[in-house]
């Protein structure tokens, strides 16, 4: 039995795509994408973009920060969408909701109090405070 010959006879076309395969899967890029972001948390500011790059670069980036003990997350569409913002540019407004969820996965794996938690208590706090002004 050949690479194109499947042994069943269904009438699909044999040895090409699999048919099984949902059509809204892309195939995996062989050009790796990194990006390396400055958390700016602590200035009250939006994270920016401070190294990027595909294929060797990407490959250097990670192993620096591999090597340096900084945790990693594997997001390609936000990295492929990261690597096109200018060096030391915030990130774009429709990459903070992703961006918040992986520094908020860093902040935890760390150890090391999330300050979104934070932001979040305060915003709820506020809004029981703006419930029981309204109740008088």
Do not use: C, H
């Amino acid at each position: 039995m050949s690479a194109a010959d499947d042994g069943f006879e269904d009438g699909l076309p044999t040895g090409g795509e699999d048919p099984l395969i949902p059509l809204n899967i892309k195939k995996k890029s062989e050009r790796q994408t990194a990006v390396a972001l400055q958390d700016r948390m602590a200035e009250r500011r939006v994270p920016k973009v401070v190294a990027a790059g595909r294929g060797k670069i990407a490959e250097q980036i990670l192993q620096l920060a591999y090597e340096n003990d900084i945790k990693v997350r594997e997001d390609s569409a936000l990295a492929n969408m990261l690597a096109t913002v200018e060096l030391d540019s915030p990130i774009p407004s429709e990459a903070f909701a992703a961006v918040a969820e992986i520094l908020s996965y860093i902040y935890k794996a760390n150890g090391q109090p999330n300050p979104f938690d934070a932001a979040l208590s305060d915003a709820m706090d506020k809004m029981k405070e703006d419930e029981s002004d309204n109740d008088e």
